[in-house]
């Protein structure tokens, strides 16, 4: 698991965007623990879609050095 390796070389979060009119990949990354932190307003230049900036934490067990 990604998150996994990265959390064990001192990675303590991950940040993504998501276009708002994308709810299966909203709800995929909610099940994997993002929470949506904010709106990227018009950011996708194509059809000026917002974005769902989402954040997911790691757990102090992944986070080893």
Same mark, same amino acid.
């Given at each position: 698991?990604?998150?996994?390796?990265? *959390?064990?070389? *001192?990675?303590?979060?991950?940040?993504?965007?998501?276009?708002?009119?994308?709810?299966?990949?909203?709800? %995929?990354?909610?099940?994997? *623990?993002? =929470?949506? =932190?904010?709106?990227?307003? *018009?950011?996708?230049?194509?059809?000026?879609?917002?974005? =769902?900036?989402?954040? %997911?934490?790691?757990?102090?067990?992944?986070?080893?050095?």
């Amino acid at each position: 698991y990604i998150f996994n390796h990265f *959390g064990e070389r *001192g990675v303590s979060s991950f940040y993504l965007e998501v276009r708002s009119k994308n709810p299966p990949a909203l709800n %995929l990354y909610k099940k994997m *623990g993002f =929470i949506p =932190i904010g709106v990227r307003k *018009g950011y996708y230049s194509d059809t000026k879609d917002d974005a =769902i900036v989402m954040k %997911l934490e790691l757990r102090d067990e992944e986070k080893r050095v």
